[in-house]
């Protein structure tokens, strides 16, 4: 969308690489401009959209319906 803000980010908060990261996470907002959303699901690990699709599945339709 143009110049809008187009960027969903969904980790799990007890994924080790989102914790490894926890510095660049914390900064996401700050260093990715077209950033919309961060969503920490909390007790999700890795594939958070095998964890817990049904809260991914929301995330991104909403993204999806402000964007169009």
């Known amino acids: 969308t143009g110049g809008g803000r ?3 980010f969904v980790g799990g908060e007890e994924d080790a690489v989102v914790q490894l990261s926890h510095g ?3 900064n996401l907002e700050k ?9 920490l ?8 959209e095998q964890k817990d699709p049904e809260d ?13």
């Open 6 to 8: 187009s960027l969903l």
């Open 24 to 26: 660049a996470i914390n």
């Open 31 to 39: 260093n990715a401009p077209k950033l919309w959303r961060k969503v």
């Open 41 to 48: 699901l909390s007790g999700v690990g890795h594939w958070t």
């Open 56 to 68: 991914v599945k929301h995330h991104v339709l909403e993204v999806l319906v402000a964007h169009r």
